[in-house]
């Protein structure tokens, strides 16, 4: 039976996974002067959320339904172009494993954390949770959708002193988008590993090698 206080729990802001230290690309957005304000934050949310957590949704949806893990980790390889994102994402699965495991002790997680000892991506590892938490493939998407622009937006209080009134203001705007994400990716999850979505934003991926490459960054991604 899902809980509707374990999917609070996953979701929240402050549960140890190791989030708030990646920006999710809008340190480099600032950067470069894409985001400015509250519109330019919610432009750029808004085309993460369709392009890579859409993709990310759908593993997410798919490792709550108990699919392969192999087989989605090789997915999530296959559509993260970026070897720095490809490395960020398996740091925060290790670190979203640790609090995991810990939170909601299960052998399905134990088995994930064997098999993938650098880390499996987080996609794969946040939907593995979800199972475990007791809560649906739909949960795991709606998650996901939910960190992929609220990561951007806590980043980018920080970047710019934003009015965290404002960044509050832009996720609640993107609410039916998010919900329309999450039972896309929730449904596409439901036809297998093959029909999982693999949209992609080429310019995160761009940005994001070249942020690696930063000697000073607030930010670890």
């Known amino acids: ?23 999710g690309g809008a340190e480099a957005a600032v950067k470069a002067g894409r985001i400015t304000d509250a519109a330019g934050l919610e432009a750029f949310c808004r085309g993460r959320l369709h392009t890579t957590g859409l993709t990310s949704a759908g593993l997410a949806a798919a490792a709550a339904l108990g699919l392969d893990p192999y087989e989605l980790d090789a997915a999530a390889d296959a559509r ?6 490809r490395a960020a994402a398996r740091k925060l699965g290790r670190q979203l494993m640790r609090a995991a495991r810990a939170t909601w002790p299960s ?3 134990d088995a994930l954390a064997a098999a993938f000892p650098r ?3 987080q996609p794969v590892v946040l939907g593995t949770t979800a199972r475990a938490a ?12 939910y960190e992929t622009v609220g990561g951007p937006a806590t ?8 009015d965290p009134y404002q960044a509050t ?3 609640a705007r993107l609410a039916p988008e998010m919900d329309r994400v999450a ?10 590993v093959d029909a999982l979505p693999a949209a992609s934003a080429p310019l995160l991926d761009l940005t994001a090698e070249q942020h690696a490459t930063w000697p000073v960054r607030l930010f670890a991604s």
């Open 1 to 23: 039976m899902t809980s509707r206080s374990a999917l609070l729990v996953l979701a929240d802001g402050r549960f140890p996974a190791g989030g708030h230290a990646h920006s």
């Open 80 to 85: 993260t172009a970026s070897p720095a994102l």
């Open 107 to 109: 052998p399905e997680l």
């Open 119 to 121: 880390g499996a991506h």
């Open 134 to 145: 007791g809560l649906g493939h739909e949960d795991a998407a709606h998650c996901v959708a």
């Open 155 to 162: 980043a980018a209080v920080r970047l710019l002193s934003l």
């Open 169 to 171: 203001a832009v996720l």
């Open 183 to 192: 039972a896309r990716a929730a449904a596409a999850a439901r036809q297998g």
